[in-house]
C-alpha cells in the first residue's frame, strides 16, 4: 500500500513537445505529492509539489495534474528543452506517522534537439 | 544559502568494514532524512532525524543506523559492509516534519 508506480520507464520527446509522466499511488494517508529531477551525478532536486486540496498546480513549464478520486497525479512538461533531459521522480508521503518520501522508480526523459 | 552537504563524495570499501556518511543541512533546517538510492531498488527510506531523536526508520537491517548532533548535523554508520550496500546515499533536509525535502549530492560508496 506504500507503494508509488511510476510511468513510462523512458520517454523521448521532441524539443519544443510536452513531456508528460504519470504516476498512480494506493495509500489514501498520502498527502503531498513531490515531483523531483535528477541529473547523473547529482541528488535529486524539488522540481514542483502538490497537496490533494487542488488539482493543479503550474510553475513555469512545469505542471502538475493530480486526481483525487482516481489516486493519480502526472508531470507535464511544456516545451520540453534538451536540458531537460534528467531522470524524474514522482513521490508520495504522508503527514502521519509514516511521513517519509515513497518514491516512484523513475522515467528517464530525452528531450531530441 | 548553502545547500545540503554530503561528505564525502566518494568512498570505496571492503567487505566486513565499516563506514560513517556525514550530512550538513540547509542552516535552519532541523530533520534530515537518509535515503539510499540503488538501481534495482530505486529510493528507499532509511531514516528520519528530528532535534537528534530518530523519529521514522525504514526497513533496513540494523547495520544501518544513524545520529543527529545538536546542530542538526548528521551521520550515518553501515557495519560490516556487505556488497549490496554499494549505493547512493542521499541526505535531505527539512525546515521541520512534513516541509520540502532537499537533497544532497550524495555520496557514492562502492563495496569491494
Known amino acids: 500500500q506504500q507503494q508509488v508506480k511510476q510511468s513510462p520507464q523512458s520517454l523521448i520527446v521532441q524539443k519544443g513537445g510536452i513531456s508528460i509522466i504519470n504516476c498512480a499511488y494506493e495509500?489514501?494517508?498520502?498527502?503531498?505529492f513531490p515531483w523531483y529531477q535528477q541529473f547523473p551525478g547529482k541528488g535529486p532536486a524539488l522540481l514542483i509539489a502538490i497537496r490533494p486540496d487542488v488539482s493543479e498546480k503550474k510553475e513555469g513549464r512545469f505542471t502538475i495534474s493530480f486526481n483525487k478520486s482516481a489516486k493519480q497525479f502526472s508531470l507535464h512538461i511544456m516545451d520540453s528543452q534538451p536540458g531537460d533531459s534528467a531522470t524524474y521522480f514522482c513521490a508520495a508521503r504522508s503527514s502521519g506517522s509514516a511521513r517519509q518520501l515513497t518514491f516512484g522508480s523513475g522515467t528517464q526523459l530525452t528531450v531530441l534537439p | 544559502k548553502a545547500g545540503v552537504t554530503q561528505t564525502p563524495r566518494y568512498l570505496i570499501k571492503t567487505r566486513g568494514q565499516q563506514v560513517t556518511l556525514s550530512c550538513s543541512p540547509i542552516s535552519g533546517h532541523r530533520s534530515v532524512s537518509w535515503y539510499q538510492q540503488t538501481p534495482g531498488q530505486g529510493l528507499q527510506f532509511l531514516f528520519e532525524?528530528?532535534?537528534?531523536?530518530?523519529?521514522n526508520k525504514g526497513n533496513f537491517p540494523g547495520r544501518f543506523s544513524g545520529r543527529q548532533f545538536s546542530n542538526s548535523r548528521s551521520e550515518m554508520n553501515v557495519s560490516t559492509l556487505e556488497l549490496g550496500d554499494s549505493a547512493l546515499y542521499l541526505c535531505?533536509?527539512?525546515?521541520?516534519?512534513?516541509?520540502?525535502?532537499?537533497f544532497g549530492q550524495g555520496t557514492r560508496l562502492t563495496v569491494v
Open positions: 532525524y528530528f532535534s537528534e531523536t530518530q523519529r
Open positions: 535531505a533536509s527539512s525546515l521541520d516534519l512534513n516541509t520540502e525535502a532537499f
Open positions: 495509500n489514501t494517508a498520502f498527502d503531498y
